[in-house]
């Protein structure tokens, strides 16, 4: 059977309008796929820069903020964790080097350099972790003294988006002190105090444990390392373990003027410390300011108001009032002056009969 004319026609249609619409599916299909790709590096960027075991650091890059890592490091994280590359697909097979190249291609890594390039005075090599970085000319991935700082912002985990939100009620309840209960004020007092006093106590341990091993041995040993750290995680927070020390020992020339120094320091503030009388008045005196903050309340302020509303002199019902009280004290210090005049005339009288009498 023949097929009717119209169908042809129909269909020579729809071929041309797809030809002149330029919207053919298998011209869609690379971008498709180049967008797949890209959301793949992207994902696989996301999970090596959140994972623990690739360290990195923060540097400036430009009067800008970066997490950076090294090369060397990239390596020997990706050999440690081969499953990662999972996560690219048909891409998987790929060399460490090739996908660091991948990604510096996409924008997602930059390679920087080291602003310093000279050893300071002092040290017996370049810094391990630099401080300031400059964007290197040749963006091409390499193990050999190469930093990588990532370009895209990290995203927040779902807690610290909810934390942000509670800062303002955190703001609005420090706003508030002055009016909790008694029992509330000693719980935030005693707690703060107790919190600051760990602080303080654990720098000075660290400071002295340095100064210590530095005058005796010439080693500089900081436990709790990253406890002033910036940028750090709750777990290198409080690492204990000092790190290695990379520089040159110090002279014994050196130690020696500071440990002279640090006796002359204590045998000054040993002199001139307060006496006890000194102590117990500085103590009376903060304890009263302690008590002022806890023991104020609202009910205190507005009696406190009232009573320099009474007392005001520019109110006329006060006044009045005091002109009253002036009239009624006035009649006493009449009586009190006659008494005072009699007793003074009696006197007189009872001295001259005494005269007479002699």
Partial sequence: MKKPAGSEKKRVRRSSGLASNGSNPAADIPSKKQATKK????????????????????????????????????????????ELKDILDSDKNLETEDIANALLRRNLLLRCDRVVKTVRPGKKKLSTWPAHLEIYHDQVFSENDAFFAWTFVRRRPLWQTLLSFSWPVLTLAICLFPVYPHRCKLLILYSCAGLLLLILSLLLLRALVFSTIWILLGKRVWIFPNILAEEATLEDLFQFWPKKDEEEPPKWTARLFYAIVAVLVILLLRHHAPNEAARARYHKRVSNIIDDVLEWS?????????????????????????????????????????????????????????????
């Fill in 39 to 82: 959301d793949v590096f992207q994902s696989f960027a996301e999970k090596v820069r959140d994972h623990k075991d690739l360290e990195s650091r923060w540097a400036v890059l430009q009067e800008t903020r970066v997490e950076y890592f090294r090369g060397k490091d990239f390596v020997s994280f990706m050999r440690n964790h081969p």
């Fill in 298 to 358: 609202p009910r205190l302020a507005l009696s406190g108001m009232m009573e320099k509303q009474t007392v005001d002199p520019n109110n006329s019902n006060v006044t009045e009032g005091s002109k009253g009280s002036t009239e009624k004290a006035d009649p006493l210090d009449d009586i009190d002056g006659d008494t005072n005049l009699n007793q003074n005339e009696e006197d007189v009288e009872n001295a001259e009969d005494h005269d007479e009498s002699s």
